[in-house]
């Protein structure tokens, strides 16, 4: 699946007194197999242009194709390709336990082998049986972000997007994240889209780096190619 974004700009509240336009003009490509770095300053519009690539909001002006279609027309179609992780976990929790929140898009999407989606996840990011049965907003930070991810991967989508995946994470809950990224991406046919303030953590990780400044998109050096 490739994802193109044509001049797409985005505007807050347009024709409001509190218009404000975060994206300018953006233009952008995410391919099957590559990793993908959006890089800017708080506010800079990294989460809106998430937002974009995953249908949730559309562009004020611009157009965004899905392999040369419009995706507005059916977004579920195109979405159960991809997952998404938010950068605040607890704000994309709705269940009751953590092996109902992981499981939930399998069930929703009536996809079978539940116990074996869930077994990959739990080993891909290291979350024991004991963590299933817990509750999801009770987790510490490192545990709820292992879920997040686990939720949106779980029904094996070709894109991965993660908005700041290692914010305030300790130093071991970071590594497992990031050695779980080397892992995902090393497998075929998936694309990781990743938001960060700090690219210098994911190095180890090789992709094409974006900064976003003053609404506009501009390509940066890679990192690892
Ligand atoms: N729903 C909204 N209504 C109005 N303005 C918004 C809305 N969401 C975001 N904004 C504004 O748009 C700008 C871009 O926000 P966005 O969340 O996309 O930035 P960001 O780069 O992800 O920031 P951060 O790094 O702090 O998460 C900010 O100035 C923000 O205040």
């Given at each position: ?37 959006i890089v ?16 949730l909001i ?149 992709g094409k ?17």
């Amino acid at each position: 699946m490739t994802i193109s974004l044509v001049n797409v700009s985005y505007v807050y509240n347009k024709n409001t007194p509190i218009e404000k336009k975060v994206l300018k003009r953006v233009n952008l490509e995410i391919n099957l197999n590559e990793v993908i770095y959006i890089v800017g300053k708080t506010g800079s519009g990294k989460t809106t242009l998430l937002y974009l690539i995953d249908f949730l909001i559309k562009p004020t002006s611009g157009i965004i194709y899905v392999d040369g279609k419009s995706p507005y027309d059916n977004p579920d179609k195109y979405r159960k390709n991809i997952g998404f992780a938010f950068q605040f976990p607890e704000r994309q929790f709705f269940s009751e336990t953590v092996k109902d929140e992981i499981t939930f898009s399998l069930k929703n999407l009536n996809i079978d082998n539940v116990d074996k989606r869930l077994e990959y996840v739990q080993r891909i990011l290291d979350i024991d049986d004991e963590m299933l049965t817990k509750n999801p907003f009770k987790l510490s930070g490192g545990e709820q972000r292992r879920v997040a991810i686990a939720s949106a991967i779980v029904h094996d989508p070709e894109i991965l997007i993660l908005d700041e995946p290692t914010v305030s994470l300790d130093y071991i809950n970071e590594a497992r994240i990031i050695t779980f990224l080397k892992e995902w991406s090393n497998i075929k046919n998936k694309t990781l889209v990743i938001v960060t303030h700090d690219i210098e953590k994911f190095k180890e990780i090789p992709g094409k780096v974006y900064y976003l400044k003053k609404g506009k998109l501009i390509r940066s050096d890679s990192i690892g190619i």
